[in-house]
């Protein structure tokens, strides 16, 4: 909807931030206390636990006791009470050789036959019957035929339109381009 009229200034307002109203409250309860008297009450107001040595008062006497010499022990691992391998097992590699030979199953060839020995290695190998070689053959150009199709159709008189210096050539025939 539109107004009629004269257009009204906008009238600026201050801005109202939360934190101002914060820092004027905090300034009206506050009251100045002085660097000293803040010192002191922090000082006071502290556990003995933290407060400097000299306002806890003296460490209380330590008791003694009489030293005595530490006596050397041996440790005790886990490794001595695990079983080892005995030296009777234990096998030297001459030996471990001489046990692996025994395992082995002896190497027993089978007999060779005469076929093929006297074979010319084609023995079990089907032959295959050799295919005859390309023969190769002449393309056909369309362009060619195309001329000579044109050549044809147009025959030429051997003086009209011919160059000084050179004799009239024949037209191609079909039959030859098609070779």
């Known amino acids: ?59 209380p006497p330590m008791e003694k006791t009489e030293l005595k010499l530490t006596e050397p022990s041996a440790p005790k691992f886990h490794t001595t009470t695990r079983q080892r391998q005995l030296k009777e097992n234990v096998l030297s590699q001459a030996e471990r050789e001489e046990q692996m030979m025994r395992e082995i199953k002896p190497f027993k060839a089978r007999p060779v036959s005469q076929k093929v020995l006297h074979s010319a290695g084609d023995l079990g190998v089907p032959k295959v019957a050799k295919r005859a070689p390309c023969v190769s053959k002449g393309f056909v150009s369309h362009t060619e035929k195309r001329a000579g199709r044109e050549q044809l159709a147009r025959p030429r008189s051997p003086g009209a339109g011919s160059l000084p210096g050179r004799g009239w050539r024949k037209p ?5 381009a098609s070779l």
Do not use: D, W
Request: aromatic share 6%.
């Open 1 to 59: 909807r539109m107004r009629h009229g004269p257009i009204k200034l906008t009238h600026p307002k201050p801005f109202k931030l939360s934190t101002s109203k914060h820092a004027g409250e905090k300034a009206a309860q506050e009251e100045f206390v002085p660097l000293a008297a803040r010192v002191h009450s922090f000082l006071h107001k502290t556990p003995k636990r933290f407060q400097p040595a000299s306002k806890a008062g003296p460490p």
């Open 172 to 176: 191609r025939s079909p039959s030859a």
